[in-house]
């Protein structure tokens, strides 16, 4: 399964969780090690990916630093970057938790995903005549995935595998920005929501609607390739409403 990196640092007040008093201390790790806050955030996102976390869900700062082996201080800080990534929140005098998002809210999101991801798929068309033969094989390897998770019926891996095809596509178009979005925390966390809403009933149409887009940016054609992707999304977000 591909992990999430934490690749810039964000800047945000550290909330205070229950009564523990706020005290940020940097661990030191060896280098070219993964940092713990790195970890953590990596390791929360994952588990929710996994199942082993459910949305709603208090997240414990001592349990946490016990799961993962480190001291409360990187915890802290974990839980603060992932509440600027907006996949954690903090309740008065409950603490931690997972967010949850309604109907409307994954609506919202898909639209916004919509907006940016069209912006990897143009560009991928546009440069897959060039593209390395490794990037394509990423490509084709994406995509077959999928196919496996549709003939599976698993929804959690078949939006997995959806979020793996858009960021092999991502990396075909060449726009890094796009690239470290897409990476962010809550792009996975807010993809993995979608499993409980799609594909729904239209488990046919949703893969016949990706494979038209697979093919027309296979076959570089732009327009159609922009065209069948916002198509797709659209019809997505009729099925949630």
Not at 223 to 233: E, G, I, L
Request: net charge negative; hydrophobic share 45%.
């Amino acid at each position: 399964m591909t992990s999430i990196s934490v690749t810039a640092p964000i800047s945000i007040d550290t909330p205070q969780l229950a009564t523990d008093k706020v005290e940020i201390r940097q661990e030191r790790e060896k280098p070219g090690e993964v940092s713990h806050v790195d970890r953590l955030v990596r390791g929360i996102i994952d588990g929710f990916r996994e199942g082993r976390y459910q949305p709603g869900e208090r997240l414990v700062a001592a349990d946490l630093a016990a799961q993962f082996d480190v001291s409360r201080a990187p915890v802290r800080e974990a839980l603060a970057i992932l509440v600027g990534e907006g996949v954690v929140e903090i309740k008065k005098n409950y603490g931690a938790r997972l967010r949850a998002f309604s109907i409307n809210e994954l609506v919202e999101i898909m639209e916004v995903t919509e907006a940016a991801l069209v912006l990897g798929v143009r560009k991928c068309a546009e440069r897959i005549g060039s593209a390395s033969h490794e990037d394509v094989a990423r490509l084709d390897q994406s995509f077959a995935q999928m196919e496996a998770a549709w003939h599976a019926h698993d929804a959690a891996d078949f939006v997995d595998s959806i979020y793996y095809f858009h960021n092999n596509i991502n990396a075909i178009a060449g726009n890094r920005f796009l690239e470290f979005v897409y990476q962010r925390p809550h792009f996975a966390f807010f993809n993995r929501h979608l499993a409980g809403a799609l594909p729904g009933p239209g488990w046919q149409e949703y893969l016949d609607s990706y494979r038209r887009v697979y093919n027309t940016v296979r076959e570089g054609q732009v327009h159609a390739a922009q065209a069948a992707f916002s198509a797709h999304m659209q019809w997505a977000i009729s099925l949630m409403k």
